[in-house]
Each structure stands twice: as structure tokens, then as C-alpha cells.
């Protein structure tokens, strides 16, 4: 099993940029992460995956051109930069992983979370 923590969340103005980061414990190389968020009142949503091998990469619409996801396995971290936010970007934010498995769009398709970081945009 992994360990996730994420961190780098905070309140920035509508067009500024953050970036999350998502440690891990055990060996991240052999976890697809994705990111999720949940905006208030409003039901968990993908974000972003990445391979275990960070070779391939899925967005949802909302977020692409605009958020990065990325890892380094060596620091045993996940990323996601955020840049051009907007108000309903806000959120919390959470780092997913899965051992080894395809990337997946869903909530039930990653087994460990972390425990979410607040991401607030003002306008």
C-alpha cells in the first residue's frame, strides 16, 4: 500500500498559479496517481492521471491547457500545476493512487487518497 499527502494548496486570485504536490510513501514508480477535486457542495471529480510510468497523461476538459500533471518516482512525489485559475477551480484537492493500473477517470478506480488540500481562487 501507499501513503499520500498532499500539500501547495491556498488562496490565490482568478488568473494567478499553485502547485499541488502529493507525497508518498512505498514505491510510488509503481502507482498511477490521479487527482480529484471536490468543490463545495458538490460531488468528488477528475482532474488529471498519470501512468506509473509517467508516460501517458488524461485531463478532464475543465482543467485542460491549463493544469500540468506530472511525478518524479526518484522523490516518490506527484504534481499538479495549476496555472490561469478560475473561481470555480475551488476546491479541495485530492492526490489518488493505484498499483500499477490503467488510468482511469473514476473515483473507484484508485484504492489510496490523500487526505485533500484546499484550493481557494478568488475573483
Known amino acids: 500500500q501507499v501513503q499520500l499527502v498532499e500539500s501547495g494548496g491556498g488562496l490565490v486570485q482568478a488568473g494567478g498559479s499553485l502547485r499541488l504536490s502529493c507525497a508518498a510513501s512505498g514505491r510510488f514508480s509503481l502507482y498511477t496517481m490521479g487527482w480529484f477535486r471536490q468543490p463545495p457542495g458538490k460531488e468528488r471529480e477528475f482532474v488529471a492521471a498519470i501512468s506509473w510510468s509517467g508516460e501517458s497523461t488524461y485531463y478532464a476538459d475543465s482543467v485542460k491547457g491549463r493544469f500540468t500533471i506530472s511525478r518524479d518516482n526518484a522523490l516518490n512525489s506527484g504534481y499538479l500545476q495549476m496555472n490561469s485559475l478560475k473561481p470555480e477551480d475551488t476546491a479541495v484537492y485530492y492526490c489518488?493512487?493505484?498499483?500499477?493500473?490503467?488510468?482511469?477517470?473514476?473515483?473507484?478506480?484508485?484504492?489510496?487518497w490523500g487526505q485533500g488540500t484546499q484550493v481557494t481562487v478568488s475573483s
Open positions: 489518488a493512487a493505484n498499483f500499477k493500473s490503467p488510468l482511469n477517470t473514476v473515483v473507484t478506480g484508485y484504492r489510496y
